[in-house]
């Protein structure tokens, strides 16, 4: 048996009318298990709603102890008016927005938590799931009938692909740092195999699947176990998952089953307001500046932030921010959020300073769009291009190259960079990695705190040379769109030019305190399943004749 009837019950404790165990009946028979925190009062409430993987009954403080800690350490502001005790993974706090009028909805996907069915995570099941959902939440009788989504990464990402397919009670999103491109922003980087979903479902995933029953944690505001009623054989659990990571294996370059985990921006129109983090870079970040540059939508804003992936979305910045946008959007109430500027900038300054600014577009139109030329000889970056071509090598896997130069002055660096690199290597193909490094004027790196990596670099970008031809429909001089389909896949690496990106669609800001702060940028190259001893070279192609 891989499913049992479960009761829901419904409580009043901490100022919240809490249903435990709410089902939602999908179109295939299946029966999700959701979490509803509704005011105490009777009336008509908008929704906020998640739908995702993490195990709705699993406290952040248990799943995510480390996380929970800095967290509440960097902004204590956290553990003021709430008791925290719902506290879930890269959601809400519903005793920060049942209070003010709004139900908080949590829905575990098919297959984790509490919800049966085949664990398939980011497919297009799971958007007609979450489509159904919101269409159930905003026709219940204490609903006003508007529904909004609000959470990080996962439950970022399915907000951009629910809203391609414009439920007409989806009213408004706050995707906080989630992609939409599945191959280019977190499977593949350039071509390259990102092997970061191998850990994350051992690690978040697989030990919260529907059917570990006692075998998994428990929930401690329940007591009951947060991965299913049911206890299933190792056999039957293998049997009702799918492993993204190995999935994705079969499928190296962008074919229907990733375009099946991607967002179409271009059918995007609800109100949204996309917020990004400056070190986010191998995730996210790209998803959500993408999204406001592309999707159509007529009321769409952009907020970008430092610090982790999770800290700033719980603090009083992000709530103050979040309230807001759906007080105006869900609540109807007059707050002038209408008249923010679109675009809200978080201007990283050395020592981890941020300085609060607005602007009206992205990129910036005042950007003074300057040119940096790799000097060989000098192995510096230079302004000027060489006057006649150089050439430097290196060994693929040893300490690459690091080109520097010395800003003359105070320089801030915000919006997209883009590399061109002339490239040869002893191997068939070769994977190339390109860093943009800060250093002081006593020579130390200065990195910051990234979403998950506390020493993260202002800027980095990958490009396996086989995958540089780009999409001239979606490549601008600054933004670089390499093409992924078989068709398009580049003739191995021998002595040719590729074109490389350097973190396309994504930025780094940073205003240099003192006048003698130093910039350099870093390349290295593994070969792609090459011997040891492979060697690449970069050549500088000589300036042309007057």
């Not at 719980?314 to 959007?329: H, I, M, P, T, V």
């Not at 910039?519 to 060697?535: E, I, Q, V």
């Amino acid at each position: 048996m891989d499913a049992v009837t479960v009761e829901p019950h419904t409580e009043v404790r901490d100022g919240m009318r809490i249903t435990w165990h709410q089902p939602i009946v999908m179109d295939d028979g299946i029966v999700l298990d959701a979490d509803v925190f509704r005011p105490v009062d009777d009336g008509r409430y908008p929704a906020i709603l998640t739908y995702g993987i993490y195990a709705k009954g699993l406290a952040y403080q248990d799943g995510y102890p480390h996380q929970w800690e800095k967290m509440v350490a960097d902004h204590p502001e956290i553990l003021e008016g709430s008791t925290n005790e719902y506290q879930n993974w890269e959601v809400t706090d519903p005793e920060r927005w049942v209070p003010h009028g709004y139900v908080v909805i949590r829905v575990d996907s098919r297959g984790a938590g509490w919800s049966p069915g085949v664990m398939d995570p980011n497919s297009d099941r799971e958007v007609a799931d979450l489509y159904q959902c919101i269409e159930w939440a905003g026709t219940q009788p204490w609903s006003n009938g508007k529904v909004g989504m609000l959470g990080i990464s996962y439950y970022a990402s399915n907000q951009w692909r629910v809203a391609v397919h414009r439920p007409p009670h989806l009213a408004a999103i706050i995707p906080w740092e989630g992609q939409n491109d599945r191959y280019r922003d977190s499977g593949y980087h350039g071509g390259i195999l990102s092997e970061f979903q191998k850990l994350w479902w051992k690690h978040q995933v697989a030990n919260i699947q529907y059917g570990l029953g006692p075998r998994g944690r428990k929930s401690r505001i329940t007591g009951e176990p947060v991965a299913g009623p049911v206890t299933l054989s190792e056999e039957e659990l293998a049997q009702n998952r799918i492993n993204p990571f190995d999935a994705a294996k079969e499928h190296p370059l962008y074919d229907d089953w990733h375009r099946e985990r991607s967002a179409d921006l271009a059918r995007i129109e609800v109100p949204f307001l996309s917020c990004a983090n400056w070190g986010g870079q191998g995730i996210h970040p790209r998803g959500n500046f993408n999204g406001f540059m592309q999707a159509p939508s007529k009321q769409k804003w952009l907020e970008v932030h430092g610090d982790s992936h999770w800290s700033l979305f719980s603090a009083g910045y992000g709530l103050a921010l979040q309230k807001r946008f759906f007080d105006y959007f869900l609540q109807g109430i007059d707050n002038g959020w209408d008249k923010t500027p679109p675009v809200t900038l978080n201007i990283r300054h050395p020592g981890e300073r941020f300085v609060l600014r607005h602007e009206n577009e992205w990129p910036l139109a005042r950007t003074q769009w300057t040119k940096f030329y790799l000097d060989p000889g000098g192995m510096a970056l230079s302004a000027n291009p060489s006057a006649r071509e150089a050439t430097v090598r290196y060994a693929a896997l040893g300490d690459g190259l690091t080109f520097r130069m010395t800003m003359a002055h105070a320089t801030e660096i915000t919006g997209p960079m883009a590399a061109k690199l002339f490239v040869s290597s002893s191997t068939r193909d070769a994977d190339l990695f390109v860093i943009v490094r800060v250093f002081d004027p006593d020579g130390k790196e200065v990195t910051f705190m990234g979403s998950t990596d506390p020493n993260t670099p202002i800027a980095n970008g990958w490009l396996r040379a086989s995958h540089r031809r780009l999409d001239p429909a979606r490549t601008t001089f600054y933004r670089l769109t390499i093409r992924t389909t078989v068709s398009s896949r580049s003739t191995p690496v021998k002595s040719m030019s590729a074109t490389s990106r350097s973190s396309q669609a994504a930025s780094w800001c940073r205003r240099d305190g003192r006048s003698r702060s130093r910039s350099a940028a870093r390349t290295m190259s593994t070969p792609a399943r090459s011997p040891t001893s492979a060697r690449s070279s970069i050549t500088r192609p000589a300036a042309p004749a007057a």
